[in-house]
């Protein structure tokens, strides 16, 4: 693990890859550490990979949010800085970003804001503002309003199983408490949490993705409960240069449950624009 600082917070982030592979570079959700692309990153061996943790999460800082109305210290500008940061430290000239939900949110802002974007791969994510589709109230009770008498453990797994589709939720108990010791380990404290939410919030790229003319592609997930395939539609429709591939009947952490088809998504994404 290296580190960073960027803007006074340090920034803990991975690389793994031979030197001299093309780079893709990926962005987390909200909340979520860099665990959580360690399905694609063990498929693309081949290639130099780099993760990092958002700030307010993981091994990076946690600057201390504001006591009420947008955070200064956390926004998706800061998040998209943070990795250039990164990029910057790893002396990376170009690199192929991949983004989910909040982090998708990320690689758009980065794409816009700096030049070493070479491709965006963009999965269960959305251009946010007012012509976004929002999460659903129940989606959205079952993120924020957590019964008192669970513990930590418990409110994990009832916040997160929205996110999965019902059969593999079922069918995969082990994993799912994996994946729960890494968000024990690694999720954004409370105060974080919020601020990262209101950063989503305050988010809305559709005044400037008709500009964004890199090569992109949309994968979405078509049951998708936190972030309705609608969003992933109307992100392609803006992007110009984009490609959308729908999963049927795709959770939001789609990207899990199919790993080896979105990672081989990604790939051929990657592999058709090679400098």
Avoid at 8 to 35: S, T
Avoid at 86 to 108: F, I, K, P, R, Y
Avoid at 235 to 260: K, V
Wanted: glycine share 6%; hydrophobic share 35%.
């Amino acid at each position: 693990m290296e580190h960073v600082v960027n803007d006074g917070v340090r920034i803990a982030y991975e690389v793994d890859g031979p030197a001299d592979a093309p780079v893709i570079a990926f962005c987390e959700g909200f909340g979520y550490g860099r665990w959580m692309w360690r399905f694609q990153r063990r498929r693309l061996e081949d290639y130099r990979t780099i993760v990092f943790d958002n700030r307010g999460t993981g091994d990076s800082d946690v600057p201390e949010p504001a006591d009420e109305g947008e955070d200064p210290r956390y926004s998706i500008e800061l998040f998209a800085s943070d990795l250039e940061a990164v990029l910057d430290a790893e002396g990376v000239e170009s690199a192929h970003v991949v983004g989910a939900s909040m982090g998708g949110m990320t690689a758009q802002q980065y794409a816009r804001d700096y030049d070493r974007a070479e491709t965006l791969t963009l999965l269960c994510t959305s251009h946010g503002g007012e012509e976004s589709v929002p999460t659903p109230e129940s989606t959205q009770e079952r993120m924020f309003e957590v019964p008192p008498e669970y513990d930590e453990r418990e409110a994990l797994r009832y916040k997160m199983q929205p996110a999965m589709s019902d059969d593999f939720w079922e069918d995969n108990d082990d994993l799912v408490e994996e994946i729960i010791d890494w968000r024990l380990s690694s999720d954004a404290p409370p105060e974080a949490r919020l601020a990262q939410a209101g950063a989503v919030a305050a988010f809305d790229s559709t005044p400037w993705l008709e500009d964004l003319t890199i090569p992109a592609k949309v994968l979405h997930g078509t049951a998708d409960r936190v972030l309705p395939v609608e969003n992933g539609r109307r992100l392609h429709e803006r992007l110009p240069e984009s490609t959308l591939e729908l999963y049927e009947h795709g959770s939001h952490l789609f990207f899990i449950e199919s790993a080896d088809a979105v990672t081989a998504d990604i790939r051929e994404h990657v592999e058709s624009h090679a400098a």
